[in-house]
């Protein structure tokens, strides 16, 4: 009896030392227990994933939830899950394809016309290392949807956002930023072979540079803008990639990668922790890796770079027309 006792000791020893030692890999959770009653949420890409996980954090925590994705036949289910798990009525789904300047411009107005404030925009969705696929509007998939559909939609409820007081934009980016370049002779990835890869670090070093344009753009407006890595997760993202297609990844790999990836509630901890922490009211311009702020890559720090960049994402979504456009409203 005392040999399967100690046998049994052991085993939940290593279980409990495994479950311990996932806990620490996956970062820890948001150390602020601020709540946001009477604030106005806007998570992009909220039916999966790190989203989802964000959009029920910030309900739980009082916030009127808007949750912008491209499927609403998911989002309606994810906004009714979470309803139900928080109690709470504040939890809605609206359509926005980020693949779309005219939705888009569509959700905007909707935004504009319906809601009194918002007061946190989290641009979370993505796509990665998909094929050379095409937005709506001729962009190239990855560079169109994870930075110009957001540079866009962030435009057109920037006023709203000032007016708001206090008002967050926090942009989700990614580790992979630091082997990206902007090639502005090529930024449709048309004239060389195409690379996914290069495509989507690309498309995530735009989100920092970005940022911290936006946020030098907003001095003095009491809105902050700042980019984060919200780590390795286990989510819908990754389905391009060929670790999620290789039989030899998901088998032999697992346990491996049981330990170093995040669970998506574990990778949402930093949307939380910059969205509500109290201690990072008026920090601006910043990247964040993890729950820790970190200097990004060195070319997501050139000025020139994020200027020309502003300059060109401006002119391909014609932002001064879409912002007309909006105000005629």
Not at 11 to 22: D, F, P
Not at 185 to 201: L, S
Request: aromatic share 6%; with cysteine; net charge neutral.
């Amino acid at each position: 009896m005392n040999k399967y006792i100690l046998r049994a000791s052991m085993i939940g020893t290593l279980v409990g030392g495994a479950v311990l030692l996932k806990d620490y890999t996956g970062g820890g959770i948001c150390p602020s227990k601020e709540t946001i009653e009477g604030k106005t949420v806007i998570v992009t890409g909220a039916n999966t994933g790190i989203g989802k996980e964000t959009a029920l954090e910030l309900a739980k925590r009082g916030g009127k939830v808007i949750m912008a994705c491209r499927d609403m036949g998911k989002c309606e289910d994810a906004a009714r899950e979470i309803r139900g798990k928080t109690l709470s009525h504040n939890v809605f789904a609206k359509h926005l394809d980020l693949a779309s300047s005219k939705s888009i411009k569509e959700f905007a107005k909707q935004i504009l016309e319906e809601e009194e404030h918002v007061d946190i925009l989290i641009n979370n969705a993505a796509v990665m290392r998909c094929p050379h696929w095409k937005t709506e509007d001729n962009f190239e998939m990855q560079f169109g949807v994870n930075h110009l559909g957001h540079f866009l939609l962030t435009n057109l409820l920037l006023e709203k956002l000032k007016t708001s007081g206090n008002s967050r934009i926090i942009n989700v980016s990614s580790l992979a930023h630091i082997a990206g370049e902007i090639d502005f002779d090529d930024i449709n990835c048309e004239k060389k072979k195409y690379n996914t890869k290069a495509a989507y670090c690309q498309s995530k070093l735009a989100n920092v540079l970005f940022t911290n344009e936006l946020a030098k753009r907003l001095q003095g407006t009491g809105v902050t803008a700042n980019s984060l890595h919200p780590g390795v997760a286990d989510t819908e993202l990754g389905r391009h990639t060929g670790m999620h297609q290789s039989a030899f990844s998901s088998a032999v790999l697992a346990p491996i990668f049981w330990f170093v990836i995040k669970s998506p509630k574990q990778a949402a901890q930093p949307n939380v922790y910059l969205a509500v922490a109290e201690e990072l009211k008026g920090v601006s311009g910043k990247y964040f890796n993890g729950l820790k702020e970190k200097e990004p890559a060195p070319q997501a720090v050139d000025e020139e770079t994020a200027k020309k960049l502003w300059e060109e994402s401006a002119k391909l979504v014609h932002l001064e027309d879409a912002l007309r456009e909006c105000k005629a409203q």
